[in-house]
């Protein structure tokens, strides 16, 4: 596909800057929205786009392989160290060319449900017994070529994974096998080596790092980017976290990272560090403006505080985290303290962001026993133009002249949405629409999906070839 393109659409409604608007003519050149009017009719050439057209999404947190263990890992009970377990024995079988197919697939199926941008948290880099491919960074540009033919953009967040786990990890039946060598016996005071299943995600140092994400080259610089990623505290020691910060903040890349997402991790890092995930992030110099703290599930007063004071964001993952038992996480002290959110949808157990943006209020409703705490616009906004920012796409996720060109229609006459009032067309898109819904997306002014269908690539097919595949 061509990196940008030019059109002329007319939405029956469409949200533009924020407010639903009816009849809205749109032009793009080059990629990026030139023209928009309201109360214009449908001329000739003019694609029309019957229901209500949103800004493209942006999927925050993403781990492609994760995709291949939907519904595998749903049988019997356990915890997120026994999910960790099956997903690992997935990683390994993976190498550059299965990882793009079904990374391909996978980032096609985000299209179809209106994601736009894909936030890659890209920890599988080498070959099983830890040692390089001829090309480093072989299984990152298959991620980004996966892109590519998928259509939609990329922020490939590669990302430093060095350790096995904290030496101190508390010995409970919830908490990971980290605290052990090869053998069972006990470790305590350092970083543990990793084992087997996580030789191929370590670079050995952060220098091997720094010197192997530097010669990743990405396809198209106008649909791809570059950021950085650290693991997590258990996998990353804070001499290591402030290459990386440093690293980003030369490359003026986004930083994100997994932080406090099971209450196992806080306990190891308090008996190893005495302060949270958040505390060594900040200690390490990684907090800013730049920084997403990941799932961000178990959070202190202190924790939230210094994220607010670094102007950091946090991208939520609530499919995910309560697949897994993580939790629920404060969003309504993030949104009093100002502290921007986004969506993920991280292990891939559904592919919505409609669906994880209703998911984010109605948690919170459990939580605190009320309704209306986060409201639909704003819902919207983490969806789209919070995700975006968060991956460095700053020009992305809003309907304005001189943004990028991206357009999600959802059909207003499903099962799920027929008989709701225009007036209320933003809450039917985040409390009823599905990514079932997504009829249409443009992403940089090309058409990806029309009449539900991806313009390129057989998604079910795919997704099932590519799988399979992997398990056979």
């Known amino acids: 596909m061509s990196a940008v393109g030019a059109g002329r659409y007319h939405c029956d409604l469409a949200v533009i800057d924020g407010t639903v608007q009816t009849s809205v003519s749109i032009e793009v050149v080059d990629g990026r929205f030139t023209s928009i009017t309201q109360g214009s009719a449908p001329g000739p050439g003019v694609t029309r786009l019957p229901g209500l057209t949103l800004p493209g999404l942006a999927n925050a947190h993403s781990h492609a392989f994760h995709r291949a263990l939907r519904s595998r890992t749903q049988a019997g009970g356990g915890t997120f160290w026994t999910w960790r377990d099956v997903m690992y024995r997935a990683a390994a079988r993976l190498q550059p060319d299965s990882y793009h197919r079904l990374a391909r697939a996978t980032f096609a199926e985000m299209a179809l449900a209106g994601v736009t941008c894909v936030g890659e948290f890209h920890y599988l880099h080498h070959r099983t017994d830890g040692g390089r491919y001829d090309n480093p960074n072989a299984m990152g540009e298959a991620l980004l070529a996966a892109a590519a033919e998928a259509g939609i953009r990329i922020t490939l967040l590669d990302t430093m994974y060095l350790h096995g786990g904290l030496g101190d990890a508390p010995s409970t039946s919830s908490s990971p096998s980290d605290g052990s060598t090869h053998d069972g016996s006990p470790q305590t005071g350092g970083y543990l080596p990793p084992n087997d299943a996580q030789l191929r995600f370590s670079d050995g140092s952060g220098d091997r ?25 258990r996998a990353v020691d804070p001499r290591a ?16 990272a997994h932080a406090s997402e099971q209450t196992a991790e806080n306990e190891a890092c308090l008996a190893h560090h005495g302060v949270t995930p958040v505390a060594v992030f900040s200690e390490a110099g990684a907090l800013g403006p730049r920084f997403s703290a990941v799932h961000a599930t178990h959070l202190s007063e202190t924790d939230i505080a210094l994220l607010a004071a670094a102007g950091a964001t946090v991208a939520m993952c609530p499919t995910t985290e309560r697949d897994l038992g993580d939790g629920i996480g404060p969003t309504h002290r993030f949104g009093a303290e100002g502290i921007a959110m986004s969506l993920g949808t991280d292990s891939h157990a559904s592919i919505d962001l409609l669906d994880e943006a209703r998911a984010l209020e109605l948690n ?20 789209s133009r919070n995700g975006h920012r968060s991956l460095g796409w700053d020009d992305a996720g809003t309907i304005v002249v001189g943004a990028r060109a991206d357009l999600v229609t959802l059909a207003l006459d499903s099962v799920r949405t027929a008989g709701a009032p225009t007036y209320s067309a933003v809450e039917v898109a985040v409390f009823a629409a599905s990514a079932a819904d997504v009829t249409h997306v443009v992403v940089d002014g090309r058409v990806v999906v029309a009449d539900r269908r991806h313009a390129t690539i057989d998604v079910p097919a795919e997704l099932q070839a590519s799988i399979a595949g992997l398990f056979e």
Do not use: K
């Open 364 to 383: 919170e409703r459990l939580r605190s026993h009320r309704r209306g705490n986060h409201a639909a616009s704003d819902l919207l906004e983490m969806a």
């Open 209 to 233: 790092w720094v010197e192997r994400v530097d010669d990743l080259r990405v396809i198209d610089p106008t649909t791809q980017r570059v950021g950085a990623a650290v693991h997590s505290v």
């Open 241 to 256: 976290m402030t290459a990386v910060a440093a690293w980003a903040a030369a490359a003026g890349a986004p930083l994100h």
